[in-house]
């Protein structure tokens, strides 16, 4: 549930203009906009105190005054902010196969609610389409990558100036993952299998990959993406 802004009081009187959302504290300033528009906006303070709070409201007044502080802009819509995100997913350096499940995940988040702006997003919203991810038959785990990934949009939208926190992504509970114990395969099972496997039309390649597996520790896709000029015998 989203907490409202209560007004700060500071020896039994009101302070003008300061007022707290759960444990932070708010400025309530008439800034102007980036077309020079006169409009109310709420200014997140730094500070733990009520006297700190009261100190750094008048910072923020002085740097108004001085031209420096302008009202945040409005917030787009998520659909727009996505295709930004996206955009940016491109400079990242994460690797492809990363960004095509990132890319994934953006597509049921801009479906479910690319129409409503990011400061209209709220955690019952989130909580419905997480839900909903389960409901497919996904797993927990995927559900959280999902929530990760929105996440990661909110942390870019707040670093742009559209949101300040809380964020409604963070009040967004994870869902329980239950690990997998597995096995491990020991060297006599191993054996067994390639000695199977010999008999068998493509036996050799087969045993050239489990034997790269088994002394590499390299991971099954990742063996199978290995070319010849990403060994080097002579280094080792």
């Keep these: 549930m989203r907490q409202n802004y209560t007004r700060v009081e500071h020896k039994g009187k009101p302070v003008r203009g300061l007022w707290k959302r759960g444990v932070r504290f ?22 733990s105190t009520v006297p700190q709070a009261i100190a750094n409201l008048a910072e923020k007044k002085v740097d108004r005054a001085k031209h420096r502080l302008k009202a945040k802009p ?10 930004t995100y996206r955009d940016r997913l491109e400079l990242t350096g994460k690797k492809p196969d990363t960004i095509t499940t990132e890319s994934s995940h953006l597509s049921r988040w801009l479906e479910a609610l690319g129409h409503l702006r990011l400061d209209r997003i709220t955690p019952r919203h989130i909580r419905d389409v997480l839900q909903g991810v389960i ?20 942390k870019d939208a707040r670093r742009d100036g559209y949101l300040f926190p809380p964020l409604a992504t963070d009040e ?14 020991t060297p006599e099972q191993i054996e067994v ?15 050239d990959y489990v034997r790269f597996l088994q002394y590499t520790g390299a991971r099954e896709q990742e063996a199978l993406k290995i070319r010849w000029q990403d060994v080097d015998i002579e280094n080792q």
């Design 74 to 83: 409005q917030a787009p819509k998520l659909a727009d902010y996505i295709a």
């Design 26 to 47: 708010y400025g309530r300033l008439t800034l102007e906009d980036e077309q020079g528009r006169k409009v109310v906006s709420w200014v997140d303070l730094e500070c």
């Design 193 to 207: 299998l390639l000695s199977k496997a010999g008999e068998s039309k493509n036996g050799e390649g087969f045993t």
């Design 172 to 185: 967004v509970e994870w869902f329980k993952v239950t690990a997998k114990r597995r096995s491990l395969v």
């Design 135 to 154: 409901k497919d038959g996904r797993s927990p785990r995927t559900a959280n990558l999902c929530l990760v990934t929105l996440r990661s949009v909110f």
